[in-house]
């Protein structure tokens, strides 16, 4: 059965630094691209970053770029998302995502239960 589990959310000053972890089983990961959403309250979703099945190709949006890396470790079957420079904008759930296929192509059809990332002095 597909899982994904996401964790390492929490509370962080402005500035401080996170990683999140995408733990994920069921399937075989390096086949496929895995992405990155957050949702803040009140919000839609937003695609926050995508890398695909080999880590060769990285995707961000704007907003979050020089500040987040997205890496995987397809050994170890977990995707993460290195978060430094928060700001409180950054506060939202944060969710990762099954890619259709091996390339970022923007169509999920899995998601994970999600981590509160909370941004606040």
């Known amino acids: 059965q597909l899982q994904l589990v996401e964790s390492g959310g929490g509370l962080v000053q402005p500035g401080g630094s996170l990683r999140l972890s995408c733990a994920a089983s069921?399937?075989?990961?390096?086949?496929?691209?895995i992405g990155w959403f957050r949702q803040a309250p009140g919000k839609e979703r937003e695609g926050v970053s995508c890398?695909?099945?080999?880590?060769?190709?990285?995707v961000y949006v704007d907003s979050v770029k020089g500040r987040f890396t997205i890496s995987r470790d397809n050994a170890k079957t977990t995707v993460y998302l290195q978060m430094n420079s928060l700001k409180p904008e950054d506060t939202a759930i944060y969710y990762c995502?099954?890619?259709?296929?091996?390339?970022?192509?923007?169509?999920?059809?899995?998601w994970g239960p999600g981590t509160q990332v909370t941004v606040s002095s």
């Open positions: 995502a099954v890619d259709r296929g091996y390339y970022c192509s923007g169509l999920y059809d899995y």
């Open positions: 069921g399937f075989t990961l390096d086949d496929y691209a």
């Open positions: 890398i695909d099945g080999g880590g060769g190709t990285t």
